[in-house]
């Protein structure tokens, strides 16, 4: 076995490769800096030691066999891999992180998000510094879990105030407004304003689930005994409210559109409303603290999402600007 090891080096794989473009070893051998003889002889030792035949002898060309075809592709790929790990590796050396996860709330802007990641590969091509991203969506406690337990290094829209975590900074995000609308077939479409708790309990609410596993999960806006249609994302909160399934509150700037185009009613409700304070939370290297206003120690990618996120436009259109929303995978 470590004999195969052995031979299966970066040179022997692009010298199949060489051979199998090039269509003979004598063109191979010239592309290499090679005599013919050298590098058929290295061919046999590295058949020998694989104990397959890579080349069918009775073709007067370099035809593989397909023992020799399988080795190419996966030499191919190997290769892009040995690669890509000096690649990562440069990245690191520079300062730049080889992987930044950011974990997004489902309640805020997917446009403003993706608006953040293209301005990110413009001054980061893929063969850049730059790290790659990994977008993923959690809501209400799920986005706070999710920076804890070490499964992203920025969270978008925490909700509340969560106990201070050691390791962890965080910075105010913003307050998002909401507007409790329902479908104009609902039946509280036609219901005098404003809108008393006991008329609201006697009509489904729709709720976007919290995905935290393990912290306590939130529920925000919902009346005790109330019909509750439970579903996994902002935009399916949407699409249950225009279908007349429930009622509830959605952010203003999602609803806008709808409401303008008469698909939606916008209904004042007696209940006290207090938008959520969100706030934008990230992990701190070991050993360097925690204060918000001391990137020293960071990752270059990181500390670019932290440059965005200082700027009040950017806040406000992660809070705001919701049309042609898509949702995260």
Partial sequence: ???????LTPEALAMIEAIARSGSFAAAARELGKVPSALTYSVRQLEQALDVLLFDR?????????????????GQRLL????????????????WEPQ??????????SPTVFDLCEAFYAINPPAGPGPRLRLRSEVLAGTWEALVQGQADLALGVVGEPAPVAGIAMLPLGRIEMDFVVAPH???????????????????????ADTAQRLAPMTINLLPG????????????????????GCGFLPRGLVSPQVQAGRLVVKAVARPRHPPAMYYAWRCPPGLGCDPANRQGLGLGLRWWLEQLDRPATRSALLQRHHGA???A
């Avoid at 076995?1 to 031979?7: C, P, S, V, Y």
């Avoid at 930044?100 to 802007?109: C, E, G």
């Fill in 1 to 7: 076995m470590n004999d195969r090891r052995n031979a």
């Fill in 100 to 109: 930044l996860s950011i974990v997004v709330d489902s309640i805020l802007s």
């Fill in 186 to 208: 609902h039946p509280l479409a036609g219901a005098t304003e404003p809108i008393t708790d006991a008329q609201l309990e006697r009509h489904r609410a729709v709720a976007v």
């Fill in 80 to 95: 892009q891999a040995i690669d890509a790990v000096a690649h990562r590796v440069r990245r690191v050396a520079s300062g």
């Fill in 326 to 328: 898509a949702m995260l």
């Fill in 58 to 74: 009775r073709s007067r060309q370099a035809q593989l066999t397909p023992a020799g075809q399988e080795l190419l592709a996966e």
């Fill in 226 to 245: 109330q019909d509750v249609l439970t579903v996994p994302s902002v935009p399916a909160k949407l699409e249950a409210i225009l279908r007349g399934l």
